[in-house]
């Protein structure tokens, strides 16, 4: 694909994730991502053919300018406090217009393969290893880390759940994120 194709399949997918963002998953059509990008039909089934294909690149965008990487030189519970944060931004974030789309695509896909499972799954898998690395150096208490992980993960979804009805505040999501520290042994200072 040359460049000029590239920008061009860039400029739809950041079109068409407004148009998400605005109308959610379940009621957008190809029609209403050729209005917002002002091209024809054929144009762009040049490079998508379902609205499902383009959400899903509208998906990795997305992924892959949010994710940040832990710092292997930090100590775990440096690690934990900035992982825990990153989701904090996710959850009070009101730029995230795009969540009842998501929401929307997987109850209509319920793929456990998709790409949403997938970040569940790098998440879950990183913060476990948050807390085994906290464990071995002393700094956390937990007898089945995995489990802890999950714990946290599900209770960080329903506060995004939460969020995106307006019935938590940023006070609150503070006082659960300190509470799922306190639950491993560490502390706010």
């Given amino acids: 694909m040359g460049d000029k194709s590239i920008q061009k399949k860039r400029y739809i997918v950041e079109k068409a994730a407004e148009v998400f963002g605005k109308k959610g998953y379940k009621n957008v059509t190809m029609k209403d991502i050729v209005e917002a990008c ?51 931004q996710e959850i009070v974030s009101s730029s995230d217009y795009l969540r009842v789309a998501i929401y929307e695509y997987m109850f209509a896909h319920g793929e456990q393969d998709s790409m949403v499972a997938g970040d569940f799954d790098a998440d879950l898998q990183r913060l476990e290893e948050i807390i085994e690395d906290g464990v071995a150096s002393d700094w956390m208490v937990c007898e ?11 209770a960080l979804e329903g506060l995004k759940v939460s969020a995106q009805t307006g019935i938590i505040s940023e006070e609150r999501v503070d006082e659960q994120i300190e509470y799922m520290m306190g639950t491993i042994g560490l502390a706010l200072e």
């Fill in 38 to 88: 002002e091209i024809s039909r054929g144009g762009l089934y040049l490079y998508f053919n379902s609205t499902k294909e383009i959400f899903e690149a509208v998906l990795e965008s997305r992924r892959l300018i949010s994710k940040t990487e832990d710092s292997s030189d930090m100590q775990p519970g440096d690690r934990l406090l900035a992982f825990l944060e990153e989701k904090k």
């Fill in 144 to 154: 089945a880390p995995r489990i802890a992980a999950y714990n946290m993960l599900y």
